[in-house]
């Protein structure tokens, strides 16, 4: 029916209307993202090792740091050379114990690819607590 050919046209025309306004959105720089994981939370003194039993989970910031999730704690690492880090990569790490010091390196394995795309050297590891509220 013609009525029905005017709503799939007019379905099509917005979709197609909208979908470059949802795409221009600017994608976060590296030191965006993380900015917004510490957000609320307040640097430490930068310490040399972290304790890996801590440690819960990590999370790669594209081009700019891992970050150690240590539960109360975040422990925030910007290799010498993160220019290499992509979230896609899977952090292979070698310790002789159960830290991991600045001086260690962590292999870059592609998750997608199924190969190693190198390492990274670890950089002092700074701590940051959330920041008690005034209440």
């Not at 965006?32 to 910031?61: F, H, M, Y």
Request: one cysteine or more; charged letters at 25%.
């Amino acid at each position: 029916t013609p009525m029905l050919k005017f709503a799939l046209a007019l379905a099509a025309t917005t979709a197609l209307l909208t979908a470059p306004a949802a795409q221009a959105r600017p994608k976060l720089t590296g030191e965006q993202k993380l900015a917004q994981i510490l957000d609320g939370r307040e640097a430490g003194d930068p310490v040399d090792c972290i304790s890996l039993n801590r440690a819960r989970s990590t999370k790669i910031v594209d081009g700019t740091a891992i970050v150690y999730d240590a539960g109360s704690t975040l422990y925030v690492n910007r290799p010498v050379n993160a220019d290499r880090l992509d979230r896609d990569d899977i952090l292979v790490t070698r310790t002789f114990s159960d830290r991991l010091c600045s001086v260690d390196t962590v292999q870059l394995h592609d998750r997608t690819g199924n190969y190693w795309r190198g390492f990274v050297s670890l950089d002092k590891f700074v701590p940051y607590r959330k920041v008690a509220s005034a209440n």
